[in-house]
Each structure stands twice: as C-alpha cells, then as structure tokens.
C-alpha cells in the first residue's frame, strides 16, 4: 500500500497571509490526525477528522481549521499567519482498530 | 497533560542496551511508540493497550504499567540504526486518532 503523502513539502509565506496543506492516507483509513511539530514544544496535536466530522480538537487558536473529503483526503488550513507558525507540520492516517498511526512527510510550513 | 519521558538523551556503543520510560498523570488507555530520524517523519513502533502488552519488532519491546501510569521502551543489543529520537503518545480514550506525545528521548548509538 501507498504511504500517507503530504502536500506541498515546503511551503515560505508572509505574516498575515494564509495557507492550506493537503494530505492522503493511506488507502482504507479513516482517521486523519495533524500535528504540528516544533524544536520547543514537540509534537503537538491539532485536530483529528474521522469520516470526514473532526472528532478531536486540540488547543489551537481558531486559525487552525481543517476538513476531510469522502474520499478521507484532508486539509489544514492556518489563516493570518504569524512567525510562530514557523513549524513541520504532520498528518498520520489511523486504520488499525487500535488507531496506530502512520505519518506522512510533512510540510514545512516556514513563516517570513 | 504532556507524558514525561526520561532520560532526554542517552548515548549508546553498539551492542549496548537502553530502557526509555514515559510517565502520564494521567489515566492510559494505550501507549504508542515512535522513532523519528533527523528529517523524517516519526515510525511507528509499537502499542501497549491498557490490560495487555504488545512486543514490537527488531530486539525492541516495551512494557506498559497501568498502576503507575507509565510505559518503557527497551531496546537491546543497540544497533547503529537505532539511533533517533523516540517518543511516547498516550491515548487517552480508545477508538480514537488523538494522541498527546512526550517530549522525546534522543538516542544515539556508536560504532
């Protein structure tokens, strides 16, 4: 099976602006997990969708937002930027009935 | 809450074996394990389920103590690609994608 690709792996923006990522998981999984990942504060979870209704949230700014199609693609989106969004940010698909997870590249998201 | 892992950094000579602890104030339903390599995405590893233990792959096992909120990581007879950052993520609930990881523990093994 195709691993989870990410979209685009490298991404530069200005403060203020805004920036949508993508990621496919692994066919047949359901869950989609994200997680943004910095030197000073690890590997933090952002949100998880599950059959396309986000079933977890975690303790991100309303400027975090995401979504998941029908075919379990799903998109981040981060809306006025600022440079602490500087970051890799990481989406892993769940399918297993104990919800390992298995991640994708991820983008390096790198905020000017 | 953040899990707790210990120690930050170990260093290892091939053939050399390390325990990674990971402590949770709070109550676990599952433990996962990962190993990210410098410029690569974290790999999964293995899982620990609350009432059960699960042995991963390679010499690398882990055991999970659902009394004390914590899980260990052995690795055994280190080899040169053991070398990583490894990270606990605790489930707080099952049947779910969420997972809060620590902070990571930086191994690095030598010929």
């Known amino acids: 099976k195709a691993g989870v690709t990410q979209t685009p792996r490298y991404l530069i923006k200005t403060r203020g602006q805004q920036v949508t990522l993508s990621c496919s998981p692994i066919?047949?999984?359901?869950?989609v997990s994200w997680y943004q990942q910095t030197p000073g504060q690890g590997l933090q979870f952002l949100f998880e969708y599950f059959s396309e209704t986000q079933r977890n949230k975690g303790n991100f700014p309303g400027r975090f937002s995401g979504r998941q199609f029908s075919n379990s693609r799903s998109e981040m989106n981060v809306s006025t930027l600022e440079l602490g969004d500087s970051a890799l940010y990481l989406c892993a698909s769940s399918g297993g009935r104990n919800y390992e997870q298995y991640f994708g590249p991820g983008t390096r998201l790198t905020v000017t | 809450q953040q899990p707790v892992q210990s120690p930050q950094a170990v260093i290892l000579r091939e053939g050399e074996d390390a325990v990674i602890n990971c402590s949770s104030s709070k109550a676990l339903y599952s433990v996962h394990w990962y190993r990210q390599k410098h410029g690569e995405a974290p790999v999964f590893l293995m899982i620990l389920l609350k009432g059960g233990e699960q042995k991963g792959h390679e010499k690398i096992s882990a055991s999970f103590n659902e009394k004390k909120q914590q899980s260990s990581l052995y690795l055994t007879a280190s080899q040169l690609s053991y070398s990583g950052t490894y990270f606990c993520g605790t489930g707080p609930s099952g049947n779910t994608g969420k997972l809060i990881f620590g902070q990571g523990t930086t191994l690095q093994v030598k010929p």
């Open positions: 066919s047949g999984h359901r869950s």
